[in-house]
């Protein structure tokens, strides 16, 4: 039998009421950047079944949500329930720069990856300059 003792349990009461319970979890952790002409976004989802995430994207708002259910069985008798369980949803406001039609996404290891592409025209260009006459000049944008 697994005993537990904890002098700090107010603490993690309070601490729960900010930050989630296993009734209301969390938000998803997020890591998010930019990789030479692409835009990442990982989760973690550790132990979330891969059919039970969806991810939509309208208005250039991104939405996630996720689920984590309890194991269930006749003869399973619950000793220990620390880990949050439910359904995660997390938002990310995308800018204009990116192509969300070409969204990517990949779940490996416990970990969502959302791979977007920067569009093409939030990438530098080059202009051409045209002085009088005929030569042409180039220059960056």
């Known amino acids: 039998m697994l005993m537990r003792t904890d002098p700090f349990r107010e603490i993690d009461r309070l601490t729960e009421q ?5 009734a209301r979890p969390a938000v998803m952790h997020l ?7 692409h835009f990442y976004a990982a989760f973690d989802l550790p132990g979330v079944d891969p059919d039970s995430i969806d991810c939509t994207v309208a208005r250039n708002v991104l939405t996630v949500r996720a689920e984590r ?7 399973v008798e619950l000793v220990a329930a620390e880990r949050p369980m439910g359904t995660f949803t997390r938002q990310l406001f ?16 416990g970990v969502l990856t959302l791979r977007i592409p920067i569009s093409e025209r939030a990438k530098p260009r080059r202009i051409a300059v045209t002085p009088p006459g005929n030569g042409r000049r180039e220059i960056n944008a």
């Open 31 to 37: 890591d998010a950047y930019r990789d030479g002409d």
């Open 18 to 22: 900010f930050f989630g319970t296993t």
């Open 69 to 75: 259910r309890r194991a269930a069985g006749d003869n």
């Open 94 to 109: 995308l800018g204009d720069t990116l192509d969300t039609d070409k969204l990517e996404a990949g779940y490996e290891n």
